[in-house]
Every structure is written in structure tokens, then in C-alpha cells.
Nanobody, 124 residues
Framework: QVELVESGGGLVQAGGSLRLSCVAS????????MGWFRRAPGRDRERVAA????????YYEDSVKGRFTISRDNARSTVYLQMDSLRPEDTAVYYC?????????????????WGQGTQVTVSS
């Protein structure tokens, strides 16, 4: 059974940094692309970043480009999201997701497994 477990969320002041981690189990992690999404209160789920199975290609939503960095360690079955220069508008529950294929996957419909989420709160 595939399981994704996120960690690393918390409360941080604007301008600060957090590093989210997502550990996968029950799957050959290196075969699949991964993504990070978020949902803020009262808003629809938003894609944040994505990475292909080898870690060679990445995608970032414009709102986080230049501030967030997605990476992965296939030996540890882990995907990371380094978040710098955080803003109050980054406050959300962040979810990692496992794609259905190895290539870079941007749309939410390309993902079939999701973690339980980790809360990120940025104070002004």
C-alpha cells in the first residue's frame, strides 16, 4: 500500500524559511514523478512545484518561482520542498503527491496518491 507522509511544517515569520519533507513507502519511488500542492483556507487547491522521477526537470508555479526549491533523494524515497522568503500568502496546508508516470507532471489529475498534509503558517 502506497503511503506518503509529510513533515516539516510549522509557524514562521514572514521572510523566514521552512523545509518540507515527504517520505514515500510501498512504491518504487524512483519510477514516479512527484509534486507539491497547497490549499489555503477558503481557496481551491493550488499546484506549487513538481519534479520528474530522476530529479532532472522541475516546475514551479509563478507565485513561488525563485523562492521555493523542489528536490528529491531517490535512495531515501523522499521529496523535499525548500521554502525561502516566505510570505503570509504562503499560509496553507501543503500536500505531496505521487504521479502516475515518470515524466514531469503538472496537473493534479496526473497524481493518484496524496499525503495527509502539513500545515504551514506564515505570520506578518
Amino acid at each position: 500500500q502506497v503511503e506518503l507522509v509529510e513533515s516539516g511544517g510549522g509557524l514562521v515569520q514572514a521572510g523566514g524559511s521552512l523545509r518540507l519533507s515527504c517520505v514515500a513507502s510501498g512504491v518504487t519511488f524512483s519510477w514516479f514523478a512527484m509534486g507539491w500542492f497547497r490549499r489555503a483556507p477558503g481557496r481551491d487547491r493550488e499546484r506549487v512545484a513538481a519534479i520528474d522521477s530522476e530529479g532532472a526537470k522541475t516546475y514551479y508555479e509563478d507565485s513561488v518561482k525563485g523562492r521555493f526549491t523542489i528536490s528529491r533523494d531517490n535512495a531515501r524515497s523522499t521529496v523535499y520542498l525548500q521554502m525561502d522568503s516566505l510570505r503570509p500568502e504562503d499560509t496553507a496546508v501543503y500536500y505531496c503527491a505521487l504521479a502516475t508516470r515518470s515524466g514531469l507532471s503538472v496537473g493534479a489529475g496526473m497524481y493518484n496518491y496524496w499525503g495527509q498534509g502539513t500545515q504551514v503558517t506564515v505570520s506578518s
